[in-house]
């Protein structure tokens, strides 16, 4: 979904006044100050707007949030488990320049190889996973201690030394 950033996912109903919890990837404390809509992943490759009425920070990735039109605790159930969106603007404005998310749309190069642009990046406990597209094949890209040798933000690349077959394992 281009120009749009996928911040996190909506967790769990809070209160009975439908107050959702939406767990995020923005890399720091936030309230989502600014921002009046929200996308909600609706099927696959879509989503629906929806209008923020309050955010407030629970903790350093979850957030209280109150949607227009959500008003009570089932309402806001059917809403768990469910990917949230921002406009690349709201996005750029709200994240942390630090934030895993801020490497989609950087280019991961193997060995001085460009291989393609990060469409997703996934959080892991120990790796960030970068999915990527290449001969119309997902590839995933692991970025840790031994695979990471750098990131360029001028030039929007991320520089790694990937493991011999990694990436036969997905285009073999």
């Not at 809403?79 to 921002?86: F, H, I, N, R, Y």
């Not at 942390?96 to 190069?109: D, S, V």
């Not at 360029?152 to 493991?163: F, G, R, S």
């Amino acid at each position: 979904m281009a120009g749009y950033y996928k911040i996190g996912k909506l967790v769990a109903a809070h209160g009975l006044n439908g107050e959702l919890v939406l767990k995020h990837e923005l890399g720091k404390k936030n309230a989502l100050k600014g921002i009046t809509t929200i996308f909600v992943s609706d099927k696959k490759d879509g989503f629906l707007p929806w209008f923020v009425e309050g955010a407030v920070a629970k903790t350093d990735d979850e957030i209280y949030l109150k949607l227009e039109t959500i008003n009570d605790r089932e309402t806001a159930r059917k809403l768990t488990q469910k990917e949230v969106w921002l406009p690349e603007a709201d996005f750029k404005k709200t994240a942390a320049t630090t934030a895993p998310a801020m490497l989609l749309g950087y280019t991961i190069i193997d060995n001085g190889n460009a291989l393609s642009e990060i469409l997703e990046v996934i959080e892991q406990p120990h790796q960030l996973l970068c999915r990527l597209e290449i001969n119309g094949k997902e590839v995933l890209i692991p970025l840790h201690q031994e695979s990471l040798t750098q990131i360029n933000h001028k030039k929007k690349q991320v520089m790694v030394e990937l493991p011999d077959g990694l990436l036969d394992i997905y285009l073999g």
